[in-house]
């Protein structure tokens, strides 16, 4: 158990529809950051924040939003979903802000949509 | 800009012999360069780190990678390769400013 927590594991669903992963962060981990890794395009970076505030934004869809809350937990909204969001997203934690000290990840959430 | 390439999607050893995965990095900025490996279904565990301490980077499972500036790689190996070490290997790169950038991947695979 690395301390992250990402839920649900596996969540299948319509185009067109709309969910939300939700991750928390390891204990003390003020950082959190999600990626979207498919087949075609490997890991993506798609959003990170930090004690509550967006830090950096990477290749997220307009469709996407995500969020942290002042528990530290974090939710990734995805909408008007299509086959080609069909991944595994993951959620990593670390201390700081920086790159500097790696992160630790969650087991992820596969996301199928039919 | 950062960015990280990864040499060979696929790589194949037999057990017991040198793994070598080949990682080169391009950074404007002092690199904090890592290794990850991802086992099926599983999230990504953090096999080693460089953070400019020491060039050779000693991880866990017996691997070690050595930071090599003139060459911009961290390669990462391990002197006996063993079946449970089949997996997908990253390689990623930071700085101060925040997030880390990944490569696309070498998937290890060890035959008996």
């Known amino acids: 158990d690395s301390g992250v927590t990402q839920t649900p594991k596996h969540l299948i669903t319509a185009t067109g529809q709309r969910v939300t992963l939700r991750c928390s962060p390891r204990s003390g981990d003020l950082s959190v950051y999600w990626y979207q890794q498919s087949l075609d395009q490997g890991l993506q970076f798609l959003i990170q924040?930090?004690?509550?505030?967006?830090?950096a934004k990477g290749n997220i869809l307009e469709r996407f939003s995500a969020q942290q809350f002042p528990d530290l937990h974090s939710e990734l909204n995805l909408s008007s979903l299509e086959l080609g969001d069909s991944a595994l997203y993951f959620c990593?934690?670390?201390?700081?802000?920086?790159?500097?000290?790696?992160?630790?990840f969650g087991s992820g959430t596969r996301l199928t949509v039919v | 800009a950062q960015s990280v390439t990864q040499l060979g999607s696929h790589v194949s050893v037999s057990e017991g012999a040198l793994v070598l995965l080949r990682c080169n990095y391009s950074?404007?900025?002092?690199?904090?360069l890592f290794w990850y490996v991802q086992y099926p279904n599983q999230g990504l565990q953090l096999l080693l780190k460089?953070?400019?301490?020491?060039?050779l980077v000693k991880g866990i499972n017996g691997f070690e990678a050595e930071f090599k500036k003139s060459e911009t790689s961290f390669h990462l190996t391990k002197p006996s390769a063993h079946m449970s070490d089949a997996a997908e290997y990253f390689c990623a790169v930071g700085n101060q400013g925040g997030k880390l950038i990944f490569g696309q991947g070498t998937e290890l695979s060890v035959k008996p």
């Open positions: 990593a934690s670390s201390r700081k802000a920086a790159g500097t000290d790696g992160y630790t």
């Open positions: 460089y953070t400019s301490a020491a060039t």
């Open positions: 924040y930090y004690n509550g505030e967006e830090r």
């Open positions: 950074s404007s900025v002092p690199p904090y």
